[in-house]
């Protein structure tokens, strides 16, 4: 099959999804990450330019690492919106990565990037297969399984389905370690206590608990027309 993970920001889809998608990975299946904004506000001291390249860089690495395609949309990070160019750029990236299952921000995020991108990714799903819905590629014959990835410290999302990302856990732990602009980043907005790798893990210990494994990943399901798809979809249900 192939995976498509698709972020806000530079580091959303390791800390939310990595786990499962080092495990499609390692199953056998084409793995796209793609990032809509290119995080051009993350940091304290440099220049928007400057911290872009080094987060284009940094998410580089991460993809490297379960041998995922980076999709770089390269929006303006803090000014995602719901609009025809970003609609278009979301279409053009579905069509790019054909995905049997996608996992996406969902509604109740805290961040209104994350929110706009998992509604603007929801809402390109079938224009993507549509003819005459014409962009830079071609339609895809086939709508794509949604997924809602977790919130940021699980804040406001109850999983319905829970995957065990114990086996993986270290692979996404450096994935998560390539976005190392954002550790001084994240203490310096969020407060010292703030290291998004702690906050990671406790909240896949938090999931794992509830899911009963060591390590697990939450999602849940769009249940939106047309049903394209089951929980099988997901590693540990029999793919
Ligand atoms: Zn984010």
Redesign the pocket.
């Given at each position: 099959m192939n995976i498509l993970a698709i972020?806000?920001?530079p580091?959303?889809i390791e800390?939310q999804c990595a786990g499962t998608l080092a495990r499609y990975a390692a199953a056998g299946h084409k793995v796209f990450m793609a990032v809509a904004t290119n995080g051009n506000v993350g940091s304290p001291t440099l220049s928007r330019e400057e911290i872009a390249n080094v987060r284009h860089a940094e998410q580089q690495a991460s993809c490297a690492i379960i041998g995922a395609e980076l999709i770089w949309m390269d929006f303006d990070d803090e000014w995602l919106m719901n609009d025809r160019p970003t609609r278009t750029r979301f279409i053009d990236a579905i069509r790019q990565a054909d995905p049997d299952v996608m996992f996406i921000h969902g509604p109740t995020d805290y961040?209104p990037?994350?929110r706009i991108s998992g509604q603007v990714a929801e809402d390109a799903r079938i224009p993507a297969s549509v003819r005459l819905v014409e962009t830079a590629l071609p339609h895809i014959s086939k709508i794509p399984h949604v997924f809602y990835m977790d919130n940021?410290a699980g804040v406001g999302f109850e999983p319905e389905v829970y995957v065990d990302t114990t086996e993986v856990f270290e692979t996404k732990r450096q994935m998560l370690l390539c976005h190392q602009s954002q550790d001084s980043w994240m203490r310096a907005i969020y407060g010292e206590h703030t290291s998004i790798t702690d906050m990671m893990t406790d909240n896949s210990k938090a999931r794992g608990l509830a899911g009963g494994y060591a390590h697990a990943e939450g999602f849940r399901e769009v249940k939106t027309y047309p049903r394209t798809g089951t929980f099988a979809m997901l590693p540990g249900f029999g793919v």
């Open positions: 972020g806000a920001h580091d959303d800390v961040h990037d994350h940021p």
